[in-house]
């Protein structure tokens, strides 16, 4: 597979500028996975895919984040109104489920974004 | 949101020395994923457990599945310095999440 691939790399913003971030995942991968990770940290959830639905969705998400699928295979984030907090990597990951012994979860390079 | 317990969170090392480290969560999980991640860049995974008792090598790195099915661990041997970086486990609950949760990590920093 060619695995997890995320779009841009590295991103600088102005506060109060929207973001948007593309993350393709492995194929035949039917959940895919937002995380947010500051420096120091674990990756936080942030929402989770299942094809093209969105089943869940962090209390770290604001109303601000929105998460889209539309067609099941790519996904994008969108920060509206970024605020210096949102500084972070953010990190998606694709995750092939089925019987017991094969449930893998893989992470795309991550997408640095910096707020000034 | 719910973060496993990882150690050490840090260890220094020499050249040569065998690592181990450990993630232990109050709740049963059912798969261990052991991952690293180098600096600005994402995690990649390493090793992956489904059974209790289970022990998987790749290379110099070896993981088990806790008995308990509450733990992991995971051990390298004859560290190389690019064995630097940050090491997290991520468990996946028996109780219907759907999501993994992530260690607090192991930074790990081999000396020459």
């Known amino acids: 597979d060619t695995g997890v691939s995320q779009d841009p790399r590295h991103k600088i913003t102005k506060r109060g500028q929207n973001v948007t971030f593309r993350c393709d995942p492995i194929?035949?991968?039917?959940?895919l996975y937002w995380y947010r990770q500051t420096l120091g940290q674990g990756p936080e959830f942030l929402t989770y895919f299942q094809n093209e639905a969105q089943l869940e969705k962090s209390r770290l998400l604001s109303d601000r984040f929105s998460a889209e699928r539309p067609k099941g295979s790519f996904s994008t984030l969108e920060i509206q109104r970024t605020e210096q907090g949102d500084s972070a990597m953010y990190l998606c990951?694709?995750?092939?489920?089925?019987?017991?012994?094969?449930?893998?979860?893989?992470f795309g390079p991550g997408t640095r974004l910096t707020v000034l | 949101g719910q973060q496993l317990n990882q150690s050490p969170q840090s260890m220094f090392i020499q050249e040569g020395e065998d690592v181990s480290m450990n993630c232990t969560s109050s709740?049963?999980?059912?798969?261990w994923l052991w991952y690293k991640q180098d600096p600005g860049e994402g995690p990649v995974l390493l090793i992956a457990?489904?059974?209790?008792?289970e022990l998987t090598s790749n290379g110099r790195l070896t993981a088990q599945f806790g008995i308990t099915r509450k733990d992991s661990f995971l051990n390298i041997s004859a560290s190389i310095p690019s064995d630097v970086g940050i090491y997290f486990c991520?468990?996946?609950?028996?109780?219907?999440?759907?999501?993994?949760?992530f260690g607090t990590g192991t930074r790990l920093k081999v000396l020459a």
């Open positions: 991520a468990g996946l609950p028996t109780s219907g999440t759907y999501k993994y949760i």
């Open positions: 990951a694709s995750r092939r489920t089925g019987s017991s012994g094969t449930d893998t979860q893989y």
């Open positions: 194929s035949e991968h039917n959940r």
């Open positions: 457990l489904y059974k209790a008792g």
């Open positions: 709740s049963i999980f059912n798969t």
